[in-house]
Nanobody, 119 residues
Framework: QVQLVESGGGLVQPGGSLRLSCAASGSIFNIYAAAWYRQAPGKQRELVAI???????NYADSVKGRFTISRDNAKNTVVLQMNSLKPEDTAVYYC?????????????WGQGTQVTVSS
């Protein structure tokens, strides 16, 4: 059992920054990867950033150079720092954790947090 709680979403002007946090609790010892996904209205869910316990990190091309994913193992928290935000970044952002490299139906998900970038 793993629970994920997200925070940090909100309204920001273009060019601004937001910091999303995902706090994990429960039996997290076997978690291999933690990721952030987002889904905009009328669009499919897409991977934003992912990090693994072996140190690998990957970003979507659309956010590379602007977003940073990081881990605080002592606090069991994964953070997505979002800088230079654009209107097209507007979406519901979801925290994801899994015990596998590839996503499966057994993944753990947060409740989602709204990010709105005004124009």
């Amino acid at each position: 059992q793993v629970q994920l709680v997200e925070s940090g979403g909100g309204l920001v002007q273009p060019g601004g920054s937001l910091r999303l946090s995902c706090a994990a609790s429960g039996s997290i010892f076997n978690i291999y990867a933690a990721a952030w996904y987002r889904q905009a209205p009328g669009k499919q869910r897409e991977l934003v950033a992912i990090t693994t316990t072996v140190g690998s990190i990957n970003y979507a091309d659309s956010v590379k150079g602007r977003f940073t994913i990081s881990r605080d193992n002592a606090k069991n928290t994964v953070v997505l720092q979002m800088n230079s935000l654009k209107p097209e970044d507007t979406a519901v952002y979801y925290c994801n954790a899994r015990t596998t490299i590839m996503p499966t139906a057994n993944d753990y998900w947060g409740q989602g947090t709204q990010v709105t970038v005004s124009s």
